[in-house]
């Protein structure tokens, strides 16, 4: 059984620029969760999907990240404009019940 | 929000050594997962353990729900288990609440 992949496994952008990420969860899973840390900090959740739903989008740091989960398949995770603090590991995370499965993040650098 | 503590935060080993993680948590919890980062940054899960005990192999793991902790027990410790340790637990949602890690460096 595949894991959840996520891709690009590393963006590195500049100050202004868009980049989505993606993510696709593990075959089955109804629950997406998009999770990030930044420098020093610990492991943040930014929302949370049920099939094609946002079921809490309470971590979501402001309006220039946008989530979205088309089909309830994959995921997408854009942000723009980007800005310098955004930089950090962005993980995806797919369950089916309460465990949850995390891939392996990418690594984004905004200069 | 709920918050995890995660003790100690760096832990040297000799191969062979046995050592124990320790994750205290706030309020109760429905669910505890225990996370090996290793060095190419991929999230390992080690244990889903909201109470109880289990045992995988070298590891074993315990959660006393009531007195809101866990404990990660690593025996004959090699040099693969070298990386970042995670507890993460959620509270009458679907949201994990991560620690800040124990770096755990397993010399030869």
């Known amino acids: 059984e595949a894991g959840v992949t996520q891709f690009p496994s590393h963006s590195v952008i500049e100050k202004g620029q868009t980049v989505t990420l993606r993510c696709d969860p593990i075959?089955?899973?109804?629950?997406l969760y998009w999770y990030r840390r930044v420098m020093g900090k610990e492991i943040k959740f930014l929302l949370h999907?049920?099939?094609?739903?946002?079921?809490?989008e309470s971590g979501m740091p402001n309006n220039r990240f946008l989530a979205e989960r088309t089909g309830g398949t994959y995921s997408t995770l854009k942000v723009q404009p980007a800005e310098l603090e955004d930089s950090g590991v962005y993980f995806c995370?797919?369950?089916?019940?309460?465990?949850?499965?995390f891939g392996p993040g990418t690594r984004l650098t905004v200069l | 929000g709920i918050q995890v503590e995660q003790s100690p935060p760096d832990l040297i080993l000799q191969e062979g050594a046995n050592s124990t993680l320790r994750c205290n948590f706030s309020?109760?919890?429905?669910?505890l997962q225990w996370f090996h980062q290793n060095p190419w940054g991929q999230l390992i899960n080690l244990f889903y353990?909201?109470?109880g005990t289990k045992q995988n192999g070298r590891l074993s793991a315990t959660t006393v729900a009531t007195e809101r902790y866990s404990l990660l027990y690593i025996s004959s410790s090699q040099t693969t288990d070298s990386g970042v340790y995670f507890c993460?637990?959620?509270?009458?949602?679907?949201?994990?609440?991560f620690g800040a890690g124990t770096t755990v460096t397993v010399r030869a």
């Open positions: 995370a797919s369950s089916q019940n309460a465990e949850q499965f």
């Open positions: 075959s089955g899973h109804d629950n």
């Open positions: 999907f049920v099939k094609e739903s946002k079921q809490d």
């Open positions: 309020d109760s919890v429905n669910n």
């Open positions: 353990i909201p109470s």
């Open positions: 993460a637990v959620t509270s009458n949602d679907y949201k994990l609440s």
